[in-house]
Every structure is written in C-alpha cells, then in structure tokens.
C-alpha cells in the first residue's frame, strides 16, 4: 500500500531522446508536486498541481512539461535530454488547506543521461 | 544570500553522542520549519514540523525555532545508528509563494 509511486526508479538514456516519469499518490490529497535533487543533494521544486491546475511553474527549461490527468496522477516528460538533466526527481503530495507543508514524497526516480 | 543556508556536513558522531543539526534563513515570511530525514537512495520523509517560535519534542527528537534569529535547530539525543541520513530542513511561507524552501541537508553518520 504505497503512499507516493513513481515509475521508473531508475531511467538510463541518452542524449537527445524524450522521456516520461509516472507519480500516483493514494493518499487522497489534492496537491501533488516535482522536485529536482542534483548531484549535491540540493531539493529543489520544479512544478506543483492542485486538483490538476498548475499552481507552482518554477524557472525550469520548457522541454520539461508536467501533466496532470488526475489530482491521483502528475507525470512530467522531458524533451530532449541534456546530460545537465541527470539528478533524482521526486514526486510528493499534500492536502493544500490543511498542510501544504506536510509533504509526502515518492521513492524517486533517478535520471542518467549519457 | 541562499533563502536557507545548511551546514551540508559530513558530520560523524559515536553512538549514544547528542547531534545538533542547524539552518539559518533570510526570509522573515516563513512560518513552517520542517526537518525531514533522507536515508540514502530514499525520498524525503517529513520527521518534525513547528509553527512559528518555540521548541517541540518527539521521542529523542527536539526541533527549536527562533525567528528573532533566523534560526533553527535539531537536536538528537541517544544518537543511533538507524539515525544515520541526511537531514534536510525546510521553510514554508503559508501566504506566499506556496512552496517549500529546502537547505542542502547535512549527512549525518552515527558510528557503533
């Protein structure tokens, strides 16, 4: 009974293709998130989805499109992989009105590209 | 000036040993401080949160918050082994920009 699902866990690819990253939350709530960790470990958010209305669109490269079919489900594709893409992206949910800052993350996927 | 400056370690203590984990932030705004603990090839999990100033105590676990500072702390008593992860504090401005504002995190290890 996973809280935060990902998939892949692990995507190895190379420059130039196009790529998805799967996040479903079963937890209920209404506010679901994408991070990026570089190498140094530094957690920075990327997108943020409310009831599937972007709320948060941090200054990332547009090749990077999150989609949100669901308040369950945000995916994000990235087009045309630079290897600077390689890090982990982790996915996380909250309930907005009660506690946005009571996040749950995801396992991680993590991105190499060569 | 980052929003959120954090000490990224490394930090080695013997077990048993009292660990003091810290950040200091710019923004005068946040209201939420969060300690969450990775462990390693792990996603975030959240391990304490306090509003505003003050202490709170979980367990061998006290989070202390001083705004007049701008400065927040995590104090582990009893360190263990299964303490060892890196320790990420996080800043959350309710009526502002809605997000989370991370520090680097510090890695801490706990030696038997």
């Known amino acids: 009974d996973t809280a935060v699902s990902q998939t892949p866990k692990y995507l190895v690819t190379q420059m130039g293709n196009d790529k998805s990253i799967k996040c479903e939350q079963n937890l209920g709530h209404d506010t679901m998130y994408w991070y990026k960790q570089d190498s140094k470990k530094f957690l920075k958010i990327m997108f943020s989805?409310?009831?599937?209305?972007?709320?948060i669109n941090e200054t990332v490269p547009n090749r990077f499109s999150p989609k949100s079919p669901d308040k369950a489900h945000l995916n994000l594709h990235i087009n045309s992989l630079e290897l600077g893409d390689s890090a982990v992206y982790f996915c996380?949910?909250?309930?907005?009105?009660?506690?946005?800052?009571?996040?749950?993350f995801g396992p991680g996927t993590r991105l190499t590209v060569t | 000036q980052k929003e959120v400056e954090q000490d990224p370690g490394p930090l080695s203590v013997p077990e048993g040993a009292i660990v003091s984990l810290n950040c200091t932030y710019s923004?005068?705004?946040?209201?939420?401080f969060m300690w969450y603990r990775q462990y390693s090839r792990k996603g975030p999990e959240l391990l304490m949160y306090t509003y505003s100033s003050g202490n709170k105590e979980d367990g061998r676990f006290t989070a202390q918050v001083d705004k007049s500072s701008k400065y927040i702390s995590l104090f582990i008593r009893d360190s263990q082994p299964s303490d060892s992860a890196t320790y990420l504090c996080a800043m959350y401005d309710e009526g502002g920009s809605e997000k989370l504002v991370f520090g680097k995190g510090t890695k801490l290890t706990v030696n038997p």
């Open positions: 996380a949910s909250s309930r907005r009105e009660v506690s946005s800052y009571e996040q749950y």
């Open positions: 989805y409310n009831n599937k209305e972007l709320i």
């Open positions: 923004n005068s705004a946040f209201q939420y």
